[in-house]
């Protein structure tokens, strides 16, 4: 049973356009959400993270959106670049004193140039 | 600083043999995460550890064993190694204090079991 997910195995978009990328979860108890961009033959690296209390956290190109009625995040990656072409993983984290997160299985991402 | 290691890079492994996983940080980081991601999935979590001395069963244990008798090192052990078990390994760490919960993640080993 997943509980996060990203619906969209891959996603096309055109250099300097909007890249979207969805993740929707089930279990009302996270409080945590990050995402990930891992490249081919590297281990994932953070990318940014929103709190549950939060609507919108932005950093540079990237901004996430929280919405909690619908379940569901967004990452906006704006102007998009061909070096953003990588998989991109949704993870969340349970609410307490707990560091173990579940993770979505990924949207790969090619911006084309 | 070197941030998460992981050796080796690549191995491949004949069925029933075995093998040891390593892992260090030197990030001073009190939780230390063993993943495998399989071709197409995401990441499962095999073991994790929040110090010295104590681990934990994530959700993918069976045939996997861990030790954590420093706060840098956590390596992953394999005692008979089967197909099932060809995957990426992926060791992560992570803070105990403050409000980030980003983990850190090493370079990934490749194993094939054949």
């Known amino acids: 049973d997943q509980q996060v997910k990203q619906n969209s195995p891959s996603l096309s978009v055109q250099e300097g356009r909007i890249s979207i990328l969805n993740c929707d979860y089930t279990?009302?108890?996270?409080?945590?959400f990050l995402w990930y961009k891992k490249y081919p033959a590297e281990g994932p690296t953070f990318l940014i993270s929103i709190s549950s209390i939060k609507d919108k956290n932005e950093d540079g190109r990237f901004t996430v959106f929280l919405n909690k009625s619908a379940k569901h995040l967004s990452l906006h990656i704006v102007p998009s670049q061909p070096g953003d072409s990588a998989v991109y993983f949704c993870a969340a984290k349970y609410a307490g004193n707990n560091r173990k997160l579940i993770w979505g299985l990924g949207t790969s991402l090619a911006v084309n140039p | 600083n070197a941030g998460v290691t992981q050796t080796p890079k690549f191995r491949i492994l004949k069925i029933g043999q075995s093998m040891t996983l390593q892992c260090a940080q030197d990030?001073?980081?009190?939780?230390m995460y063993w993943y495998r991601q399989d071709p197409g999935m995401g990441l499962k979590l095999i073991y994790y550890s929040v110090g010295a001395g104590i681990t934990d069963k994530g959700e993918v244990p069976n045939g996997y064993n861990v030790s954590r008798s420093t706060t840098e090192d956590f390596p992953l052990r394999l005692e008979l190694a089967a197909p099932s078990q060809t995957s990426v390994y992926f060791c992560a760490s992570t803070e105990r204090r403050g409000g980030g919960y980003e983990q850190y993640f090493g370079p990934g080993t490749r194993l094939t079991v054949t």
């Open positions: 279990n009302s108890m996270f409080d945590y």
């Open positions: 990030m001073n980081h009190n939780y």
